[in-house]
């Protein structure tokens, strides 16, 4: 019973100390924390300084709002501290890296100036206290890498907004040069846009174009293209052809509706006015009221001038257009109302003729 009883010890003990070891083993994966509440960036072009927190939000939101272009130097000040009761193993290390241009890290007293630095190496350095990292470099020009409908095999280059991004990485090293193993990427990783602003002026003019289009002859295919071609990494022509399309929408708009009804009813008077001088003057209508049919004529040479006056209006408002295809319907529509404004003298002639008879 004894024996059963210290046999029962061991196995227990070496299961508590498995176990032991294995939550090590996964907790040793976080050993760093990056306080992104107090760690920050700063303008050195502006002098702005935004949180962590505040930065990503924004980039989150409408990235417009972030003043940060191709060229400004900007410098990265973070903040990393060790979890504690945690063992660190000996050969883990913090991998450093960036894609900003003319990088310079700072990690205590050492000074780096490449893309990738390994620092925090081996046990000394585990047991003090993490320094602040420090990084400062400029945005890169917004130049990435696109697809091109059908020739997607090939590498193309575009202009558009560019992943710019800093990372740290917790993971093992050998030679204390490379990487064997990432153990854990330290959130949030810095990520945004790098853009500028004729970048931004040409979204903007790009969608105020196809707006006024769109308002023209609605929706179409082209309009989608466009749009894709910005996002493509082709600003330029995007922005040139939005601008084609718009002078081309006005070519394509059609008339106001209400124009195609004044002049569909316009016709119909001045057809209907026609046929009943044709009828009167030729002997029908016997022992009809002349002098109401004359009366009426007059009455629907009155509803053609107003409907002139409707015209004039609509050329009016045409004229003041700085749009040429308007205008030249503005002088159009003003040369249609001077000859309706001479049908309806005719037709109030008609019907003097007709109250004479």
Known sequence: MKRLFYVSLVVLTLALLFLSVGIGIASAQDVLRLDEDKSYVLNLETGSKMSYTKFLEQFEGDRRKINIFEGDRLEFNIYVSKIEKIHIPDDYVLKLETNLENPEWKFGDDIYHSAEVIVWKGKEEHERMVPKVILSGEVPKPIRK??????????????????????????ETKDGATLETIRKKLEPTMEFFSTSEEIQDAESEIDKNLEEARGKIGGTDLE???R???????????????????KLSVVAEPPPVILYALLSVIVGLILGSGFVYVYVSRGGGKGVDVSK??????DTSGKIEEKSSSINAISTRFARSEDDEKRSVARDLIR????????SSEIRTIADRIKER
């Open 293 to 298: 049919i004359s009366a009426e004529l007059n």
């Open 228 to 246: 894709e071609l910005y996002e493509r990494g082709h600003p330029g022509w995007a922005s040139e052809l939005s601008e084609h399309y718009k």
């Open 336 to 343: 249609i109302r001077a000859s309706l404004n001479e049908i």
């Open 146 to 171: 696109v697809k091109e409908p059908r020739f997607e095999a090939y590498d193309i280059y575009g202009i558009g907004e560019a992943e710019v991004y800093v990372r740290l990485i917790v993971g």
């Open 224 to 226: 989608e293209a466009i």
